[in-house]
């Protein structure tokens, strides 16, 4: 092998780590994969005879280049007059078990609800949190690619620690139980079972329901239990007619039409009752989700 290909070999041993990164930061597939394929790019126009810590070094590339993407990504939403609910991008695997391909990208857990809170963070916040405390980096290398002190970066870390701790639970660890609070509170949408549905949801319960650019105005944000329920329509054709899944690792279903995903949902579950419900039924987006192979 040439010194390219071993670059490139180096190089792919970390693409499932680097796109782990990125899709922290960005909650998107696609542009994850972009931000990778673009730290390829810049190392491969890389004089890398003095980098010691290649994983380290990349890292820090991908970090760098979703800061960017993400202060572009809030210029163009300040310019939009459009206020649209935001699920970000699932990750699907069918049946009860993480499917392999996504075991490096859903490392350490990454609900789609934590990825909401991080959604409220400023770009150099999320980044802080991302690095420091999902990937361990130091502060001191997070502080070059922000162009602050490191005391001042560990600022941006605690202040998005906090908001992330404030803005979600922390999800029940039995899956078997997760999943029965689940069925249960699908079949009542099914029945149409206003005080089942009652029983299941916390009474704090969020729902976010994205459906992309709607005029009809059927994304929702939605809290408290009575009112989550009383949008039971929304879940019983999930509940009819969708495939058991897990969502970001956490219990969910999806709608499947032709091999497509059409539709889907994801809940947290928390002290046995369900505290938030996150719906992506955005056509543009799920045409472009890559689903695992359907199981036989």
């Not at 970090?63 to 939009?80: F, V």
């Not at 922390?170 to 069925?183: C, W, Y």
């Not at 989550?228 to 970001?248: D, I, Q, Y």
Request: with cysteine.
């Amino acid at each position: 092998m040439n010194e390219k290909d071993v670059l490139a070999q180096r190089f792919e041993d970390q693409r499932g780590q680097l796109r782990a990164v990125a899709y922290r930061m960005l909650g998107s597939l696609s542009e994850a994969d972009d931000a990778v394929q673009e730290a390829w790019l810049r190392l491969s126009r890389t004089d890398t005879s003095e980098v010691a810590n290649l994983a380290g070094w990349l890292t820090t590339v991908v970090g760098r280049i979703c800061l960017d993407m993400l202060r572009s990504r809030g210029s163009r939403r300040e310019d939009s007059l459009d206020v649209q609910v935001h699920v970000p991008d699932p990750v699907i695997s069918w049946g009860d078990e993480v499917d392999p391909e996504h075991e490096a990208v859903l490392a350490d857990s990454v609900g789609l609800a934590l990825l909401v809170v991080l959604e409220t963070l400023s770009p150099t916040e999320r980044l802080a949190f991302v690095l420091h405390d999902l990937f361990a980096v130091p502060f001191e290398r997070i502080a070059t690619i922000v162009g602050r002190s490191p005391d001042a970066t560990k600022m941006l870390a605690s202040r998005a620690r906090r908001r992330v701790r404030d803005g979600g639970r922390e999800a029940d660890g039995d899956p078997a139980r997760r999943r029965e609070v689940v069925d249960a509170f699908l079949a009542a949408a099914r029945d149409g079972d206003f005080d089942g549905l009652l029983a299941v949801l916390d009474p704090d319960v969020v729902l976010r329901a994205d459906i992309g650019a709607n005029p009809s105005g059927l994304s929702a944000l939605v809290r408290g239990a009575a009112d989550v329920a009383g949008r039971a329509l929304m879940f019983s054709r999930f509940a009819g007619t969708g495939r058991r899944a897990l969502v970001n690792g956490a219990p969910g279903v999806v709608n499947v039409v032709d091999g497509k995903a059409v539709g889907v949902l994801a809940f947290t579950v928390a002290d046995g009752r369900i505290v938030a419900i996150d719906v992506l039924a955005d056509a543009a987006r799920l045409e472009r989700l890559e689903l695992p192979a359907l199981p036989g």
